[in-house]
């Protein structure tokens, strides 16, 4: 990334008033209208979210390195990674790329079970972020997110996941991995401002969100996602893979 991208990004961030943010919806498309009612249930200026286009992700991993540069993630623990999801039988095999991070839900289930507060939804932006001063790591959160976004840090103690990296778009910096990805799969931004890049992808592209059984109302939000599950049995009969560099042994 070059210093004219960030400078780039930052210019972005800064015009759009922060980056910007969306409301949730189903595993089929979300439609026009509940992203319209999300956004006015919605009363802070700026709600962050992403768009992830997975026809420009190449499985390049180099967001998920940026993320563990950024902070130091311990080895075998993630805040950012990718999936491989391979399907259908030869020859007629496809795979695709599935960039993963924490949803920053609407409705966050590891906000709800926090027996100390420690884990909440910021008024000012939407963001779900973790206060290490009074977890006390428990792994409540943990459990209770549909994501698997969660992880206890080894070395504090506390629970730990992505959140948008706050530090650098307080500065105006785009997050670190929106920032490396170079086919531009990642954007970012204020889906509360209607001009912002994010707000026209969610409005006039057919996202979609993960789990949306689940009720979280993701503001992570997929273009062209090949996101199928093992068990969605509407790929009964295929074969299906889902494959990930991390710990973890099932997705969730
Ligand atoms: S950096 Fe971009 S292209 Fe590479 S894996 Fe991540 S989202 Fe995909
Ligand atoms: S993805 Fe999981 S950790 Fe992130 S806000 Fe939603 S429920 Fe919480
Ligand atoms: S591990 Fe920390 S953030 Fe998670 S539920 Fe327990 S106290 Fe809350």
Known sequence: MTQADVDLSRRELLKKGGLGVAAATAAATVPSAAKAAARAAV??????????????????????VACKAEFEVPIGMTRSWVEYVEKGEY??????????????????????????????????????????????????????????????NPRTGTADK?????HRIQKGI????????????RIFGNMLDPESEVAKLIETEAVTVLRPEMGTKPNVYYIAADHADPQDTRYEGQYIRVDTHRKAKERR
């Open 91 to 152: 020859p007629h095999v496809t795979r695709h790329f599935l960039p993963r991070l924490c949803n920053q839900c609407s409705e966050p289930q590891c906000v709800t079970v926090c027996p100390t507060g420690a884990t909440y939804k910021r008024k000012e932006d939407g963001i779900v972020v973790v206060d290490a001063d009074i977890c006390i790591g428990c792994k409540y959160c943990i459990q209770a997110c549909p994501y698997d976004a969660r992880f206890i």
């Open 43 to 64: 009363d802070r200026p700026v709600h962050y979210a992403m768009v992830i286009d997975t026809r420009r992700c190449i499985g390049c991993h180099a967001c998920s």
């Open 174 to 185: 785009a997050p670190a991995c929106v920032n490396t990805c170079q086919g531009k799969a």
């Open 162 to 166: 992505c959140d948008f990296c706050l």
